[in-house]
């Protein structure tokens, strides 16, 4: 079992900056997939990005301005939010996992953290 526990989520103003954390323990990180999603308010949860021990990858939404690091030794995954606009405003949720290539649907990921709210104000 993994538990995942994410942070740094708040109020920003459009052009700031924050950075997530997602925390895990039970079981080392470092060959799970990890996956970032997103649920605007009244929307479907959709995809951010993802990170694996090979490759990462990002939503087009938020390429160039989003970016995902790991702290194997801390069993945290990191995500920095750059630029960020009023759309950009949701619940922001770590997701782990064995995935493979369907790493862009929420569906293989057998672990979610609580979610983090996330609200840029224009």
């Known amino acids: 079992q993994v538990q995942l526990v994410e942070s740094g989520g708040g109020l920003v103003q459009a052009g700031g900056s924050l950075r997530l954390s997602c925390a895990a323990s039970?079981?080392?990180?470092?060959?799970?997939?990890v996956g970032w999603f997103r649920q605007p308010p009244g929307k479907e949860r959709e995809f951010v990005g993802v990170s694996s021990f090979s490759f990462t990858s990002y939503a087009d939404s938020v390429k160039g301005r989003f970016a995902i690091s790991r702290d194997n030794a801390k069993n945290t995954v990191f995500l920095q939010m750059n630029s960020l606009k009023p759309d950009d405003t949701a619940i922001y949720y770590c997701?782990?996992?064995?995935?493979?290539?369907?790493?862009?649907?929420?569906?293989?990921?057998?672990?979610w953290g609580q979610g983090t709210q996330v609200t840029v104000s224009s």
């Open positions: 039970g079981r080392s990180f470092s060959t799970l997939t």
């Open positions: 997701a782990a996992g064995n995935v493979g290539p369907a790493f862009r649907s929420p569906t293989p990921y057998g672990y």
